[in-house]
């Protein structure tokens, strides 16, 4: 069993600043892609930034210089510190994880139960 729990979604103003984490635990031999997605009401679920293993980030456009995804590969955790946030970045945020189980060696493709983000003033 594989879980991920997602913490630091709230409200903030316009401008200001929140930082999300989500943690693997459980049957993981390794995790390969790791980072966040986002969706807001009405919307499609989209990227928001993901970490290979090796390091590489890759950002949605839309937030590119103002939030940074970072991994801690030895503790299997991923945080997303958001900066400058702005009320369209209001979304119900979602950990993921591609990891191979520890057991079985299988690829696997986990999401976190999500957490609010809401920017408004």
């Known amino acids: 069993q594989v879980q991920l729990v997602e913490s630091g979604g709230g409200l903030v103003q316009p401008g200001g600043s929140l930082r999300l984490s989500c943690a693997a635990s459980g049957n993981i031999f390794s995790i390969n892609k790791m980072g966040w997605s986002r969706q807001a009401p009405g919307k499609q679920r989209e990227l928001v930034a993901a970490?290979?293993?090796?390091?590489?980030?890759n950002y949605a456009d839309s937030v590119k210089g103002r939030f940074t995804a970072s991994r801690d590969n030895a503790r299997n955790t991923v945080s997303l510190q958001m900066n400058s946030l702005k009320p369209e970045d209001t979304a119900v945020y979602y950990c993921?994880?591609?990891?191979?189980?520890?057991?079985?060696?299988?690829?696997?493709?986990?999401w976190g139960q999500g957490t609010q983000v809401t920017v408004s003033s």
């Open positions: 993921n994880a591609d990891f191979v189980q520890a057991d079985s060696g299988l690829l696997y493709d986990l």
């Open positions: 970490i290979t293993s090796g390091g590489r980030i």
